[in-house]
T-cell receptor
Framework: ETGVTQTPRHLVMGMTNKKSLKCEQHLGHNAMYWYKQSAKKPLELMFVYSLEERVENNSVPSRFSPECPNSSHLFLHLHTLQPEDSALYLC???????????????FGPGTRLLVL | AQKVTQAQTEISVVEKEDVTLDCVYETRDTTYYLFWYKQPPSGELVFLIRRNSFDEQNEISGRYSWNFQKSTSSFNFTITASQVVDSAVYFCALSEVRGTGFQKLVFGTGTRLLVSP
């Protein structure tokens, strides 16, 4: 059983396409995160939403656009991506809302994205 | 700045061998948390353990054990009697203090563990 789900699991898109990644958490958490995992690089934090408000945008290009309509759902809208954006995109959630450092983040299975 | 170093890129062992994955961290905070995650081929990061900076007791959970040494800024992970199912990438992470309502994890680059039959 997984508390964080992501769809689709795999996505191939051209540079002119528009697509969206979806994340849903069933843990009653208040914070949700998008990470990018490229080969041979540490996980990169992209965006953080706490209580449905974006609290971090880690210098991510505007071709990535997050959306958090409620505390259970998080989207990442993609448009005019580049081949170097090919990566595993991971969503995570944590209790959130208070900024405490002892929270544990729980991750989804990721969306493996290939940009042609 | 916070930093986590996992110097071992890849480790290969034969089933039933013991293996230790190293993690060294840098922080100026006196209060911090350390984590280990496992990433199997399916991609999902699976939470294994969380340890706070004030608790230096070693922890054991089945075949897994963790050795936290503040003096050397290390938080090493040992798998006893490894199994093929332990094959995965293992990440160590450090929690930063943030005042903006969320937690930020700093991850190491991961250690790929290959356990062969």
């Amino acid at each position: 059983e997984t508390g964080v789900t992501q769809t689709p699991r795999h996505l191939v898109m051209g540079m002119t396409n528009k697509k969206s990644l979806k994340c849903e958490q069933h843990l009653g958490h208040n914070a949700m995160y998008w990470y990018k995992q490229s080969a041979k690089k540490p996980l990169e934090l992209m965006f953080v939403y706490s209580l449905e408000e974006r609290v971090e945008n880690n210098s991510v290009p505007s071709r990535f656009s997050p959306e958090c309509p409620n505390s259970s759902h998080l989207f990442l809208h993609l448009h005019t991506l580049q081949p170097e954006d090919s990566a595993l995109y991971l969503c995570a959630s944590s209790q959130g809302g208070t900024g405490v450092i002892q929270e544990t983040q729980y991750f989804g299975p990721g969306t493996r994205l290939l940009v042609l | 700045a916070q930093k986590v170093t996992q110097a071992q890129t890849e480790i290969s062992v034969v089933e039933k061998e013991d293996v230790t994955l190293d993690c060294v961290y840098e922080t100026r905070d006196t209060t911090y948390y350390l984590f280990w995650y496992k990433q199997p081929p399916s991609g999902e990061l699976v939470f294994l353990i969380r340890r706070n900076s004030f608790d230096e007791q070693n922890e054991i959970s089945g075949r897994y054990s963790w050795n936290f040494q503040k003096s050397t800024s290390s938080f090493n992970f040992t798998i006893t009697a490894s199994q093929v199912v332990d094959s995965a990438v293992y990440f160590c992470a450090l929690s930063e203090v943030r005042g903006t309502g969320f937690q930020k994890l700093v991850f190491g680059t991961g250690t790929r563990l290959l356990v062969s039959p």
